[in-house]
């Protein structure tokens, strides 16, 4: 679910019996309240027998969301769950009803995921139920542990071989776990390259604009550049649409025993079969950036992803290579417009702006060569 943190029960609306204003400056979420009373009358019937009853165990908070673990006493037994519950962004009828129809999309994506791996034995997330007019959706609580945690605890210094091997399986796993994900709903759709480079300038400009980035006209201009040599290797077989999570990382992973679980799916689009992959393995690469991870292990780490995905895939595929760059872009965006960290955040997201900037200068110093791919 990625690291939250957790709420006192006095300061959030959404314990039961609590009732505090929200500041004039925030927009409201679902009320908590109504789902429970939902929960406890026919909102499981189907999934759990009922009567059911509801435990509030844990209160926390994520960005954009409120989540809740409770505990549910039916006829069957006991279950442990989550209630998500959305923060809408922004006032208005049409905005609430696009949130609605997300939380919507998003228990249907859960449900086809977990209908189909659990016919194959592949764990996975069990969605209950979708309150969709409280912008909630409740969620059968997965056992393991977040795959980032994993890997700050195993994966620093100097790991067994062992150890190693046993990571290198679970990345492997990550990278066949998109494979199968991708293949759940066909698309005959083609991913437009000239979207790929408008999302890419999007953010190019941006940095140019913000003076915390130290970007130049000419950085921006040189990227682009090295963006459209790079695309005359890029095949149209590459451009197939497929699903894309849109938000796979290690804090949205769980490792189960020796298979991987994968939460969140409330970003779920169509895009390139890379978007994934290549959020997954510029995300591995930021852990280099700590001095207890070794780049040498990283790279480990990062090549059974991709054999994981596809055997002989490498770092050099053109579109690949483009997707890396892509999401590289956002990271570093993301590291010089924050301005709500604490101090040593702050001087961590510059050591990041820094890494990445040094890789922007080494990428922009090299031409791609035509006919220069990696393995398909």
Known sequence: MGQMAPLRRGDDPVAENVRVTAPASSYPYGSYEAVLARLR???????????????TLELLRRPYSKLARIRLRHRDGVTEAFVKLLRLKEQGDAHREAMRDRVVKEFEVASAVHQTYSAHGWPSVRPLTCV?????????????????AVLEREATWYPSGDCLA???????????????????????????????????????????????????????SRLLQYFDDKC????????????????????????SGSHVVVLDFAMTHQGTQFNDLARMYTQLEALAAKPQFRMATVVRLQR???????????????????????????????????D???????VYNWH????????????????PRSGSAGSN
């Open 41 to 55: 009358g026919d909102g499981l019937s189907g999934v759990l027998s009922p009567p059911v009853e509801v435990e």
């Open 132 to 148: 969709a007019d409280e912008l909630a959706l409740v969620t059968e609580r997965a056992e393991g542990e977040e795959l980032l």
């Open 166 to 220: 046993r990571l290198c399986d679970l990345l492997s796993s990550s990278g066949e776990w998109i494979l199968r994900f991708q293949a759940l709903r066909p698309s005959g759709g083609i991913v437009s390259l000239d979207s790929l480079r408008e999302y890419l300038d999007v953010r190019l400009r941006r940095l140019v604009q913000h003076d915390a980035a130290r970007f130049s006209p000419l950085d921006r």
């Open 232 to 255: 005359r290797d890029v095949t149209p077989a590459d451009l197939r649409e497929v699903w894309v999570h849109a938000d796979f990382g290690p804090s949205n992973v769980l490792v």
């Open 304 to 338: 059974a992803l991709l054999e994981g995905y596809q055997p002989g895939l490498t770092s050099a595929h053109p579109l690949f290579d483009l997707l890396v760059l892509q999401n590289r872009i956002t990271h570093l965006l993301m590291t010089v417009v924050r």
């Open 340 to 346: 709500d960290a604490g101090v040593l955040a702050r």
């Open 352 to 367: 990041l702006a820094r890494r990445s900037r040094r890789w922007v200068r080494e990428l922009i110093a090299t031409k």
